[in-house]
């Protein structure tokens, strides 16, 4: 099975990769997420990031991951819908 390119992957592949830190950031949010119910920027300490990176990129990060999250559920049901 070919893996779906997800919306992180298209902000952090271009050139320059201006946006890695963010998604390295949001990759992290959304394992956290999914575990814990939710997401805070002081839960990014205790998984290696440092004070100013977050500070630097909490915000978008917490944006794609909101956005990645989101796809994935509705990417879901409509894997569902279709098995009906």
């Known amino acids: 099975m070919i893996a779906a390119l997800q919306v992180i992957d298209l902000m952090t592949t ?8 963010a998604g390295r950031m949001a990759s992290v949010i959304i394992d956290i997420t999914q575990k814990c119910g939710d997401c805070l920027p002081q839960d990014l300490l205790v998984n290696g990031f440092a004070i100013g990176e977050i500070r630097a990129h909490w915000h ?4 794609l991951a909101s956005v990645e999250m989101s796809l994935m559920a509705s990417s879901i049901t409509s894997e569902r819908s279709a098995l009906i």
Not at 60 to 63: D, E, L, R, T, V
């Open 14 to 21: 271009s050139e320059g990769e201006c946006f890695a830190p």
């Open 60 to 63: 978008m990060a917490k944006s």
